[in-house]
């Protein structure tokens, strides 16, 4: 029996592990996330997120450079740091899977995780699948979660601006963009929304694909490397951009931010001024759109997000900066 197995065993109280399965590799070859199923015990099942260095690079797009490399390992260090001292304030309304344990022997980390499968939130959705209400789902619990971390001090072991886009972790994509008039504002965009009277934890990478669902609404949230201190907006655009595509987007798109605004006003601290809040971050959804097209730009141009409704936003972003 190997060291992990019998830490699983002894974390869970499980009499043995029955099988395993791989849930999916991570990025560029960094790892994987195992399931293993339990016999007896606590909990039917587990997660293991185990992160390796790789012998060889493989990223999809070829960005096989020595700050892509480190900028991985820094995102999972912030993964670690995120579930040791942030996520216990969390609560059922922005929930994240419970961390059992994490284990760290370099070049080796491992995160031993609840399993959100058998907690209920068993439903993963694709873009061609979610409905409306599903992505309403999925801004309450955005919500929620930015609402919780408008008044935490510190971010103290997070990225200092999140997002996995942020300008300056990104400046090969930055050097190879297309769009020279969205270059010569892209410094400007970025300052916008890092320069917001209000800002809170982001979550950084809350695609539809980090979603759990449940078949009774409820929602949880995985996957928080790039989790920092930012503008909540860049969550609601980043999420909407990966639930529809450009007519969707722009035919929901007063519907999706008039429920987020109405769930943040509901869970929000009363000390917050929300009106203040609410047209401070309801003028930036174009900017934050606007910041992930300036990623898209230099990392995949012709990216499929890269739409006619994207580029409405951001064409109104450069108006307003250039005017």
């Known amino acids: 029996m190997t060291l992990l197995h019998q830490e699983i065993l002894t974390l869970t109280s499980a009499q043995s592990i029955i099988d395993s399965e791989s849930v999916q590799t991570l990025w560029s070859g960094y790892g994987e996330i195992v399931r293993y199923r339990l016999a007896g015990g606590k909990v039917p099942s587990i997660i293991v997120k185990h992160i390796q260095l790789p012998d060889v690079q493989d990223h999809p797009r070829g960005w096989n450079t020595t700050r892509s490399h480190e900028r991985k390992l820094r995102s999972y260090q912030v993964e670690t ?3 040791q001292h ?24 491992l995160l031993i995780l609840e399993d959100l499968n058998s907690s209920g939130y068993d439903r993963r959705l ?29 971010e103290e072991g997070l990225w200092p601006i999140g997002t996995y886009w942020h300008l300056d972790t990104r ?6 963009m297309e769009n020279l008039p969205l270059k010569k504002v892209a410094k400007a965009i970025d300052q916008r929304l890092n320069e917001a009277t209000f800002q809170t934890i982001v979550h950084g990478d809350a695609k539809l694909a980090n979603f ?9 949230a995985v996957d928080f490397q790039y989790v920092g201190r930012g503008c909540g907006m860049k969550d609601v655009a980043y999420f909407i951009s990966s639930c529809f595509d450009e007519p969707e987007s722009e035919r929901h798109e007063q519907s999706l931010l008039n429920h987020y605004f109405n769930q943040l006003e509901v869970t929000v601290d009363k000390q917050t001024d929300f009106q203040l809040l609410k047209r401070e971050w309801r003028d930036l959804y174009k900017y934050a759109w606007a ?26 972003v450069m ?5």
Not at 171 to 176: A, F, I, M
Not at 291 to 314: I, N, Q, V
Request: glycine share 4%; net charge negative.
């Open 171 to 176: 400046p090969e994509e930055y050097d190879r």
């Open 291 to 316: 910041d992930f097209y300036r990623f898209l730009d230099g990392w995949s141009p012709g990216h499929w997000k890269m739409h006619r409704y994207s580029e409405k936003l951001t064409r109104q």
């Open 81 to 83: 740091c995120w579930y």
């Open 126 to 154: 694709q873009p061609d699948s979610v409905s409306l209400e599903d992505a309403m789902n999925g801004l309450t619990w955005l919500a929620n979660f930015h609402a919780r971390f408008l008044t935490v001090p510190s």
């Open 212 to 220: 759990c669902f449940s078949k009774h609404g409820k929602v949880a």
């Open 319 to 323: 108006e307003e900066l250039t005017t």
């Open 86 to 109: 942030f996520a216990y304030l969390t609560n059922e309304a922005c929930r994240v899977p419970q961390v059992l344990k994490v284990i760290n022997e370099s070049p080796e980390l």
